[in-house]
């Protein structure tokens, strides 16, 4: 069982930046793909930025590549995801999630283990 915990969302404004974590349990940490999913209201869940096993590899969807960075330390159990130039399209709720099965960054249905969440919000 992982247990994955979000932190640092917030409220900030257009062209901000914000810099979210999350903070997983367990010895196996190292084992998983890592990747950041958010939901904005009234949307369904999409796919934000994955780092492979190592952090050797990372993923990133168009709509962020460039502004967001997708980062983890495997001695501290700990994924995060910098967020800069935020546009009020980024505002929703941000999920970590862990796929124990390999690398499908884009693929929800692969990933085992979701945090609960953390409200990002931008205003214009």
């Known amino acids: 069982q992982v247990q994955l915990v979000e932190s640092g969302g917030g409220l900030v404004q257009a062209g901000g930046s914000l810099s979210l974590s999350c903070a997983a349990s367990?010895?196996?940490?190292?084992?998983?793909?890592m990747a950041w999913f958010r939901q904005a209201p009234g949307k369904e869940r999409e796919f934000v930025a994955a780092?492979?096993?190592?952090?050797?590899?990372?993923y990133y969807s168009d709509s962020v590549k460039g502004r967001f960075t997708i980062s983890r330390d495997n001695a501290k159990n700990s994924l995060y995801l910098q967020m800069n130039k935020l546009k009020p399209e980024d505002t929703a709720v941000y999920y970590c999630?862990?796929?124990?099965?390999?690398?499908?960054?884009?693929?929800?249905?692969?990933?085992?283990?979701w945090g609960q969440g953390t409200q990002v919000t931008v205003s214009s």
């Open positions: 999630a862990a796929d124990t099965s390999g690398w499908h960054p884009r693929a929800e249905w692969r990933y085992d283990y």
């Open positions: 367990g010895r196996t940490f190292s084992t998983y793909t």
């Open positions: 780092i492979s096993r190592s952090g050797a590899t990372t």
